[in-house]
Nanobody
Framework: QVELVESGGGLVQAGGSLRLSCTAS????????MGWFRQAPGKEREFVGALSHNSFNTMYADSIKGRFTISRDNLKNTVFLQMNSLTPEDTGVYFC??????????????????WGQGTQVTVSS
């Protein structure tokens, strides 16, 4: 199990961009496929995107529509989520998560066994 800490959230106007970071300790992100999830108040946690350990296999939620990009720098033990063209519907707490199946990203939270505490993203209109 790896410990994950997210950072980079904040308040941004619609149309703006943010880059979230997720740094690991007690393990290496290269041992995991990594995912990003988000949760708005009163809603279930939803999948955003995921990336295999070698970046060869990616998947994104349909709602992203090319606006977000997940990447990793294994040498820095960090995973990123670049978010562009943000809308108020993107508001929520964003979590990074580690999946011990390093080769196959998953959109299901139950496949992940390591979670960060989350970072708040608020998009104003």
């Amino acid at each position: 199990q790896v410990e994950l800490v997210e950072s980079g959230g904040g308040l941004v106007q619609a149309g703006g961009s943010l880059r979230l970071s997720c740094t690991a300790s007690g393990g290496t992100v290269s041992s995991y496929s990594m995912g990003w999830f988000r949760q708005a108040p009163g809603k279930e946690r939803e999948f955003v995107g995921a990336l295999s350990h070698n970046s060869f296999n990616t998947m994104y939620a349909d709602s992203i529509k090319g606006r977000f990009t997940i990447s990793r720098d294994n040498l820095k033990n960090t995973v990123f989520l670049q978010m562009n063209s943000l809308t108020p519907e993107d508001t929520g707490v964003y979590f990074c998560a580690g999946n011990p199946n390093r080769y196959y990203p998953s959109r299901y939270p139950t496949d992940y066994n390591s979670w960060g505490q989350g970072t708040q993203v608020t998009v104003s209109s």
